[in-house]
């Protein structure tokens, strides 16, 4: 039988404890999760992983699944291969998470958040996809302080 994403949500977060943080917030650059519903944020750094991974990964009920994000933030310069690996990491252990914790219906999204960014590496970043479990997956570039709400209407528009 199969879970609520509400309840797939709150396993993750049971089930992640160590690693969950209020916030997607990393020196000034943040994901604004107002008005999102239930929702979960994992810190990468806490989640034991050996390799880079992102900055965080936020777990929300969509609907009749769960959305998985997959965040970079950068309050800096972006290097856009350091971050296309930190988001393919991030992606896959999302997914497999998801799958251990039953989330219905996985929908993921990878984002990195930044300032600004040079016109070549937001070429490199966005242009290719990035390898994930063997499916490609295309990143998406927003400014910091975008609210999620907002691009997932604009990705769902797409």
């Known amino acids: ?54 900055d965080c990964l936020v777990f929300t009920a969509h609907g009749a699944g769960c959305l998985l994000a997959a965040v970079e933030l950068k ?13 393919a990491n991030g992606a896959a252990l999302a997914l497999s998470i998801a799958k251990e914790t039953e989330a219905p219906n996985p929908w993921l999204l990878l984002l990195v958040l930044s300032e600004r960014i040079q016109p070549s590496e937001f070429r490199t970043l966005t242009s290719k996809p990035v390898m994930v479990n063997g499916q490609k997956r295309f990143v998406r570039r927003e400014r910091c302080g975008k609210h999620l709400k907002d691009i997932l209407k604009a990705a769902l528009a797409l």
Do not use: F, N
């Open 1 to 54: 039988m199969a879970i609520a994403p509400e309840q797939a949500v709150e396993c993750i977060r049971a089930r992640y404890e160590e690693a969950h943080v209020d916030r997607c917030e990393e020196q000034g650059c943040r994901l604004v999760l107002d008005d999102i519903g239930r929702h979960c944020v994992l810190k990468g750094e806490k989640l034991g992983t050996t390799g880079k991974v992102c």
């Open 75 to 87: 309050s800096k310069t972006v290097d856009a291969k350091d971050v296309r690996e930190q988001l």
